[in-house]
């Protein structure tokens, strides 16, 4: 699974929002219809199968626990990650608490972001885009280990 593209969306009063259909595909919502709803990164909230929740859980166990930005990033994904069914319209109800600590309105947007999707307000995708995209060049070398990169 590989999962690409920007999608702009509406969340209804119930806080409901329709996974595209590109991404429903991509992501197979129809083997379980369940997603995971947590904490993303930069105000955002990161949805996840069951499969790239598991492995990122994987990934989080092989990293010591005695660490204290570990165990303080533990708590404060899993208290507040939800398992969330996929309606028959291929929408997800998002939890009201994380719609607000995602600042979440009328308008959304979804991203594809490798092996999970993200979703952020989109006045907050907008800002966070007028603020990186001017730098891409800069975070491209960094994140691929060019001269400038740790």
Known sequence: MFLTGTFGRSIDEKLRVAIPKRLRTAIDIAKSGVLYVAPGTDGSLSLYTEESFSQLADRLARVSPTRQDVRAYT???????????????????????????????????????????????????????NEKQPHYDEVAETALGGPNSP
């Open 75 to 129: 708590r404060m994904f899993y208290a507040r990650a939800q398992r969330v069914d996929v309606d028959a319209q291929g929408r997800v109800r998002v939890p009201q608490e994380l719609a607000e600590l995602a600042g979440l309105e009328q308008e959304v947007v979804l991203l594809g972001v490798q092996d999970h999707v993200e979703l952020w307000s989109a006045e907050r995708w907008r800002s966070y885009l």
